[in-house]
């Protein structure tokens, strides 16, 4: 695109949160030990993240949509901002962990931080009240034929962990992190964990693929298959474990 932005996949003009983890974990650390001499990579994912930001903020609720059109000739396409009208759970639960991991690879750009902070407020007030978790469509709770999602509730719950547990928030804020993120977390073992009786696990509730190939619609979004031990929900669910595990040993430790 004329802006600098990556295309998404085969899409000219198309940029999505999606890409972002994809994207700029594998960037940063393939430079840091294959071509540390390389000064432009940075400002190269600095730019990616500023992009979707700047084109995919949505002002009322403090969360960004799933993507947006450069050119604004998308049928969902903001006219003035060429935003997508939808706000995801998966697509920006891939946008905030890619924003912790560029900060733990070392990214050194301070507004970064800035706005893990106040995405992590917004993903915080949008969790669900009663299960702690995200809607698959997360800006209309309770709506007709919207659900709890497992895949981007584990993502957030992922991200929110792995925040505390590196320091990248204020004391205040890491522990309401802490506390959303417990809460979703024994939510998901709860209601999409399955337990077999040859003592392995299963996961469910993780919706398939949503594209912007489509009519980016609430009703495309709620009416996409959800899947049994899809990869985007049982990965997503380990790494959620994993970050659980490793913040309840570190506050262990410093009670020591």
């Not at 009208?85 to 891939?94: A, C, F, H």
């Not at 709770?141 to 991200?159: D, L």
Request: hydrophobic share 40%; glycine share 6%.
């Amino acid at each position: 695109m004329r802006s600098g932005g990556y295309w998404y996949f085969e899409y000219p003009n198309w940029s999505y949160l999606d890409g972002m983890y994809s994207l700029i974990p594998f960037l940063l650390s393939y430079t840091a030990h294959f071509d540390p001499k390389n000064e432009t990579v940075t400002d190269d994912v600095i730019h990616q993240l500023d992009l979707l930001w700047t084109h995919c903020y949505q002002n009322e609720s403090g969360l960004l949509v799933h993507g947006y059109d450069a050119s604004k000739t998308a049928s969902w396409a903001n006219p003035v901002t060429g935003a997508s009208p939808i706000v995801w759970d998966r697509s920006l639960g891939w946008y905030i962990m890619a924003l912790v991991d560029s900060l733990e690879l070392s990214l050194p750009f301070p507004p970064t931080l800035r706005r893990l902070i106040q995405l992590a407020e917004s993903v915080i007030s949008a969790a669900d009240p009663k299960t702690g978790c995200w809607w698959q469509v997360m800006t209309l709770p309770n709506k007709q034929g919207n659900y709890i999602e497992s895949s981007g509730s584990a993502m957030f719950t992922t991200a929110l962990f792995k925040a505390a547990r590196l320091g990248y928030m204020p004391k205040n804020l890491a522990a309401e992190a802490r506390k959303a993120a417990g809460r979703c977390y024994n939510h998901l073992v709860d209601a999409f964990v399955v337990k077999n009786e040859n003592g392995t696990l299963d996961y469910n509730g993780t919706v398939s693929i949503c594209s912007l190939n489509s009519s980016a619609s609430y009703e495309y979004y709620v009416s996409q298959p959800l899947l049994y031990n899809s990869v985007h929900g049982t990965a997503a669910f380990v790494h959620a474990s994993l970050e659980q595990e490793m913040l309840d040993n570190a506050e262990t430790s410093s009670q020591r």
